[in-house]
């Protein structure tokens, strides 16, 4: 699909203004040097950045395992696993957040990374790889090359992919139930399944959501307002940044690299770019950790995910895609979108959330807390400054954060 000369044209200046929103914006950010580390804080180094996630978990000399499995419409999905040596061992699925992956759980190495934590406690981990990004670009009749292999929002994550891996991933392994850690998409993709498949609240222990994004109201990254602005004219909007799979490698963001990730500075300013869409945080940020991220992130995904989080920001309510009043009309039997019943979320839940997050606003985690029947408990990281990226990729983010997710899956277990 290609768009007519003249919206050619309007996309071009749309172009133009947004790569000038973006360098002005990180303007008052380029004062401020990022903190170095006095030490190297994790075991990890760039060339982790060019390797696959098998790769990767063997490199540090973990059992790895590669699963593929079909979901209900069709597409392929690869989960990995870093296996348990103990018998029966508890499960865990990890879930990425957008344009992620299963790296996600990994990039900040053994002794520090979650994936790794929960393996030498024991745990048989599995990391999720939604449809669309780098391990799971497969289906069983569309070519990832057509367009409408990418017809599917974060919608379909919750409704088809998630439930397809937790049947997989208990029929693997023999358990009834598994825990389930999710960061920002990978806690909006539950919530979609939880409410619209109530049955697989009952195969969950217990669900930890990471910057959990369901409301979005005061939402402040600068990439889904610029979509929010346009939504009315998605012919534009997909021209900009992808007529089906959200382009990373487009001229915006090669323009974009040019001015902030130049190969001869020394203080790599794509830093500044992260801290200006996720949150500004340069205490807990290692800068050596940018070409590991960097080469693992975007991994892939469809526009119309990006488009969907832009209509939540719009409406200020948790609910379904909105395909304007006629093709809503067909799909729900009404003019707008329904909304998600989180009162079916019976699922025992703990919410953690970052005062500084640009994506998964304090305001907006609160509203969620307030409407979920079986939430444990809404806690706030203990860092002013914490960020999105920051429940990945924070320098005290073991401390900070993942030694309590883990004494909770610990304590969860014994109620079991």
Not at 49 to 56: D, E, N
Not at 186 to 201: I, L
Not at 404 to 413: L, N, P
Request: hydrophobic share 40%; aromatic share 10%.
């Amino acid at each position: 699909m290609q768009l007519p000369a003249s919206e050619r044209n309007v996309s071009s200046s749309l172009s133009r203004w947004f790569v000038l929103v973006l360098v002005a914006s990180l303007a008052s950010l380029l004062r401020v040097t990022v903190a170095q580390s006095d030490k190297i804080r994790f075991r990890v180094d760039s060339e982790d950045g060019r390797l696959t996630v098998p790769q990767l978990v063997a490199k540090y000399g973990y059992p790895v395992e590669e699963h593929s499995l079909t979901t209900d419409d069709g597409y392929r999905l690869m989960l990995h696993r870093i296996k348990s040596n103990r018998p029966n061992a508890p499960v865990v699925l990890l879930m990425h957040g957008l344009l992620c992956s299963s790296a996600d759980w990994l990039l900040i190495g053994p002794g520090n990374a979650l994936a790794y934590l929960l393996a030498d406690r024991g745990y048989d981990v599995w990391m999720g790889n939604a449809r669309g990004n780098r391990y799971s670009r497969q289906h069983d009749a569309i070519s990832p090359a057509a367009s409408s292999f990418w017809k599917f929002s974060w919608h379909e994550i919750g409704y088809y992919d998630l439930p397809a891996m937790i049947d997989y991933i208990l029929e693997r392994t023999g358990r009834q139930r598994l825990h389930y850690v999710g960061h920002s998409q990978g806690t909006t993709g539950f919530f979609v399944m939880a409410s619209t498949r109530p049955e697989y609240n009952a195969k969950v222990i217990q669900m930890q959501a990471l910057a959990p994004v369901a409301y979005m109201e005061h939402m402040k990254s600068p990439l889904l307002l610029v979509m929010t602005r346009f939504l009315n004219t998605l012919d534009i909007l997909m021209g900009l940044f992808g007529i089906g799979e959200f382009l990373p490698n487009t001229p915006i963001l090669q323009e974009i690299s040019k001015y902030i990730c130049p190969t001869t500075t020394v203080n790599n300013l794509c830093v500044h770019l992260l801290f200006l869409l996720g949150g500004y945080n340069p205490t807990q940020m290692d800068p050596t950790l940018i070409p590991v991220l960097l080469g693992h992130t975007p991994a892939g995904s469809a526009t119309k995910q990006l488009v969907h989080y832009a209509q939540e920001v719009r409406s200020r309510r948790f609910r379904m895609y909105d395909h304007g009043p006629v093709k809503n009309y067909l799909n729900y039997r009404s003019i707008t979108p329904p909304e998600y019943d989180l009162s079916k979320v019976t699922v025992p839940v703990v919410l953690y959330y970052g005062l500084n997050d640009f994506l998964a606003a304090p305001k907006d985690v609160h509203r969620l807390a307030g409407n979920l029947p079986n939430l444990k408990q809404n806690v706030q990281v203990n860092d002013t400054l914490f960020n999105h990226l920051d429940f990945l990729i924070a320098n005290d983010v073991k401390k900070l954060l993942y030694d309590e997710v883990i004494e909770r899956i610990a304590s969860a277990d014994v109620l079991d």
